[in-house]
Nanobody, 119 residues
Framework: QVQLVESGGGLVQAGGSLRLSCAAS????????MGWLRQAPGKEREFLGS????????YYADSVKGRFTISRDIAKNTVYLQMNSLKPDDTAVYYC????????????WGQGTQVTVSS
């Protein structure tokens, strides 16, 4: 089991920045991919990006490339999502998730953190 706890959400004005954190516990993450996803009201869940814990390979969805940055702190077992130039359309609940390398489904999810961007 992997337990994930997000933090860092809140209210920000358009153009502002936020950094979300996702603290992981329960298992070594060396065989996992950590992902960030979001879901806005009335919309489907959207994949934002992911990082391979071991090796650090990062992938971004086109919708956030250049504005969002994923990173990790191995010592803290924490993955981050730095969000810049935020827009009202970025308003959503943001989730971090974990899946084993080579699998397609994120098996472990955090509780989500609300991000609201005001215009």
């Amino acid at each position: 089991q992997v337990q994930l706890v997000e933090s860092g959400g809140g209210l920000v004005q358009a153009g502002g920045s936020l950094r979300l954190s996702c603290a992981a516990s329960g298992r070594t993450l060396s065989t996992y991919v950590m992902g960030w996803l979001r879901q806005a009201p009335g919309k489907e869940r959207e994949f934002l990006g992911s990082i391979v814990w071991s090796g650090g390979m990062i992938y971004y969805a086109d919708s956030v490339k250049g504005r969002f940055t994923i990173s990790r702190d191995i010592a803290k077992n924490t993955v981050y999502l730095q969000m810049n130039s935020l827009k009202p359309d970025d308003t959503a609940v943001y989730y971090c998730a974990a899946k084993r390398i080579g699998t397609t489904t994120y098996a472990y999810w955090g509780q989500g953190t609300q991000v609201t961007v005001s215009s």
